[in-house]
């Protein structure tokens, strides 16, 4: 019997229970749409969060060591040091930040207490800043004090119930001196907060001391940040006297760091939640096996008839073969149109229901592993039934009733 004849017999034998075929399929369409839908969604996922985070990944962030009281502060100094391209030359930008918090009032509103930081005209390019209405300060206004203010969404909900056009060109009070709103920051990490300019925040706001609570430096590329990490500490340490790299009063760390940190743990969830819905896959070869043991029952007395004929034992364990690896192939094939068709409709109805949810995105690998893995759980499932179908002997399999 030719491969062509078996896969009619099969075909054959699967139509003549279909119900009971399609309940076997159910349970691989599901195992294999599950697969490849929750990998759509972790490569979205992760996919979303590398573009959101891309900015960080030539970012050092340096901050004085925290609980140390002997450790000396970051300074204006130390910025200008920075800065030097002879001294770090993969250092692109260097941009200081002085943080605490002041109350904000509005027309003699009752206060908000809001973060303030103070920093640069480029430190909106840095951190990837997005403003729903207005402008942040520029160089001008930074070398001037001006005193303007950018706020985040929380503070402009707290003062103007939410409506940033409203804020826009308004003077609102900043502990006791009188600021500008000229724009509005769009929701992000850190809502509560308003920006100004760095020595604005220093004169009017949080006091005039040349101490820097953190610096966020920029390198040259992701590449350089390797090399731009050993220049800053380089010269800290030389600023600070310090002697052994354990004892430093400050602390740099790449960015890139915490992005491959959490890349990872998005890896390992996508995978780990994979393997759930691969469970279903295997209850599925489960219910293929079962059916396929009731058939090899059900077809005692045919198997006889074919061995008596002629038929060899390999020619019986091929049938069988194929009747469980057809079922789970075709479980397989549909399950892959169902995670599609899924996928598909979740990239487009997700981001209207959930504007910052990232779309998912299909991994072709998960497709192939998938219907790979419901082919290999038909020969499997249908290994232990074919077997036996093919170890009858003629004369018992005829006389069974």
């Known amino acids: 019997m030719n491969l062509t004849e078996a896969l009619r017999i099969a075909l054959r034998a699967l139509r003549a229970n279909r119900l009971r075929s399609v309940l076997t399929t159910t349970g691989i369409i599901i195992g294999v749409s599950a697969v490849i839908v929750l990998v759509a969604l972790g490569n979205g996922i992760q996919a979303g969060f590398t573009e959101q985070f891309s900015s960080l990944t030539t970012q050092i962030t340096v901050s004085p060591t925290e609980g140390d009281r002997s450790a000396q502060p970051l300074t204006d100094a130390d910025v200008d040091a920075l800065t030097d391209r002879a001294l770090a030359p993969d250092v692109a930008t260097v941009t200081p930040l002085v943080t605490g918090s002041a109350l904000l009032q509005q027309q003699g509103q009752v206060g908000y207490r809001t973060g303030i930081t103070g920093t640069t005209a480029n430190y909106a390019d840095v951190t990837d800043i997005d403003l729903v209405v207005g402008s942040f300060f520029d160089e001008q206004q930074e070398r001037s004090k001006a005193k303007v203010v950018v ?82 500490t380089s010269i800290l340490d030389e600023r600070h006297r310090i002697t052994d790299s354990t004892e430093r009063d400050f602390d740099a760390r790449a960015q890139q760091d915490f992005i491959d940190q959490a890349s990872q743990f998005l890896t390992f969830l996508t995978l780990f939640t994979s393997a759930i819905a691969g469970i279903s896959l295997v209850v599925g070869g489960i219910g293929v096996a079962n059916i396929m043991l009731v058939s090899v029952t059900e ?42 068709g899924i996928t598909f409709l979740g990239g487009l109805v997700l981001p209207r229901l959930v504007p910052d949810f990232p779309v998912p995105a299909v991994s072709p690998g998960s497709v192939v592993l998938a219907l790979t893995v419901s082919l290999l759980i038909g020969l499997v499932a249908g290994g232990y039934p074919a077997n036996r179908a093919a170890r009858l002997r003629p004369i018992e399999a005829l006389r069974y009733q």
């Open 151 to 232: 706020l985040g969404p929380q503070p402009v909900t707290e003062l103007f119930a939410g409506n940033a056009g409203d804020a826009i060109g308004q003077r609102i009070r900043i502990g006791r001196t009188t600021f500008r709103v000229i724009g509005v920051a769009a929701p992000a990490q850190n809502d509560d907060v308003a920006y100004m300019p760095l020595e604005a925040a220093r004169s009017y706001v949080l006091g005039g001391s040349d101490e820097i609570n953190t610096v966020i430096v920029s390198a040259g590329s992701a590449q350089a940040v390797p090399a731009a990490l050993q220049q800053v």
């Open 299 to 340: 077809r005692t007395r045919e198997i006889g008839i074919r061995k008596a004929i002629g038929a060899t034992r390999r020619a019986i364990l091929q049938q069988f073969l194929l009747e469980s690896t057809v079922l789970a192939g075709l479980g397989g094939m549909l399950g892959v149109l169902v995670g599609l």
